[in-house]
């Protein structure tokens, strides 16, 4: 871990000489550290990566609920809910990796690229609890919203209905994704930005949200989805497939870029990361194989420009590495623990169904009661159609022990009585 020396306005002015595109917006969220001091390692790193190395992490799927805000002022910036669904499948692919390009990964990354094992889906109902599609529309009397590097609040303007923007859905417990139009400055064309977790490790101070209600990612409309009609309207190719999401979603749950930003001295800054080689750069949106920007002695490596925290055109993206992978998922249970609470899923009315179930979301004990025949099974499964749970039902009332379950969402079948969605915290 290494001292970090980016300047943002000169760090554009850089990229700009090279591209006409700027991509991610974190680099604005970046500050220059006032004494000069390394960016220090904290005990959520050493955690980290201690589990890591020390312990088999554990099979469970995370599962995300997430919420698409569309702001739009033209009707062609208010994409149809296919290209939603779409980019909702690329973030499942790349972060279960399970995407067909998985099969691109060089030979000698192979062993560090791993399944996430985080997935996502749309929300079912809303933070007051009426049922949603998981995505709001907001028409916006703005064109778009603007950069401005020494004012970072006239992009989040997109997070506020005051703004002409859409409010966020409790951020501790949504991941919230704005789709709006990013207009393109003097400055390139933003693709998208988010702000890591407050506290996250390998981050220099004041670069997490400014406040709660700004957590989340915002991304330019054309970016959004794999079969976005739209996809061209910035004039750059090579961002239309969906993969600008997979990386800031990637900023949010914590990871930096795998260049760690370097400016002066490249190869002197780290993302912090083992796993992922040393780089001097981003790619600048080039498919080099052969670029390999720094010199790490035996055993070198070059670039890893396959990973989708690099700086490339989605057709170069692949991969994450197990150390990346552990990192997320370290900030997910230790500054993002509301993701894991089964938040924004819909509990289905049993109406005719004759068996009820409480409490839901259930912690360690959840309790059914049924008219069920007398040599009824009573079967629980993960939405893989693994069976978690079964047994034979025991008179009209049966408790059941959960402490046992992961978070997550399971599906409660009573034979002959139908079945019900059952979330543990």
């Not at 988010?194 to 490790?201: I, R």
């Not at 197990?322 to 900030?331: A, C, F, H, K, P």
């Amino acid at each position: 871990m290494r001292k970090l020396l980016l300047l943002p306005i000169l760090f554009f002015a850089m990229n700009l000489s090279a591209q006409q595109h700027v991509g991610c917006g974190f680099d604005l969220l970046l500050e220059a550290e006032q004494d000069g001091k390394a960016v220090r390692w904290n005990e959520a790193y050493r955690y980290a990566l201690e589990r890591h190395m020390e312990t088999h992490r554990t099979e469970d799927i995370i599962q995300i609920p997430v919420v698409f805000h569309v702001v739009w002022n033209q009707e062609y910036q208010n994409l149809h809910d296919s290209v939603i669904f779409s980019q909702l499948d690329v973030l499942n692919e790349d972060y279960r990796r399970l995407n067909a390009d998985a099969s691109l990964t060089r030979t000698e990354f192979l062993d560090v690229a791993a399944d996430a094992e985080i997935e996502f889906f749309l929300a079912e109902v809303d933070p007051d609890g009426n049922p949603t599609n998981g995505i709001d529309r907001v028409e916006s009397a703005v064109s778009g919203f603007a950069l401005n590097l020494f004012d970072f609040s006239t992009l989040d303007a997109v997070k506020s209905s005051s703004t002409n923007g859409a409010d966020a859905w409790d951020t501790e417990h949504y991941l919230n994704i704005w789709v709006c139009n990013l207009e393109e400055s003097i400055w390139g064309q933003i693709f998208g930005y988010a702000y890591p977790p407050e506290g996250a490790p390998n981050w220099p101070a004041g670069n997490s949200a400014p406040s709660p209600g700004l957590e989340g990612v915002v991304l330019h409309y054309a970016t959004v989805g794999r079969n976005n009609p739209q996809g061209l309207d910035d004039n750059l190719e090579g961002n239309e497939r969906g993969r600008t999401a997979t990386h800031e979603v990637g900023h949010y749950l914590g990871l930096r870029h795998i260049w760690a930003d370097g400016f002066f001295d490249g190869c002197a800054e780290d993302d912090g990361l083992e796993d992922t080689p040393n780089a001097a750069t981003s790619t600048n949106f080039i498919c080099d194989y052969t670029k390999n920007t720094c010199d790490d002695g035996e055993g070198d490596l070059p670039d890893m420009i396959e990973n989708f925290m690099d700086y490339n055109e989605g057709e170069c993206y692949n991969m994450f590495t197990y150390e990346q992978i552990n990192m997320m998922r370290t900030n997910i249970e230790l500054f993002r623990p509301g993701l894991l609470e089964g938040y924004g899923v819909a509990v289905e009315e049993l109406g005719a169904v004759q068996f009820t179930v409480a409490p839901n979301p259930v912690d360690h004990q959840l309790t059914i009661k049924g008219n069920w025949a007398d040599d009824a099974l009573v079967g629980m499964y993960d939405l893989s159609g693994r069976e978690v749970f079964a047994k034979q039902v025991e008179g009209r009332q049966m408790n059941i022990d959960t402490s046992f379950l992961e978070s997550g969402i399971y599906i409660l079948r009573v034979d002959g009585l139908g079945e019900t969605k059952i979330v543990k915290k």
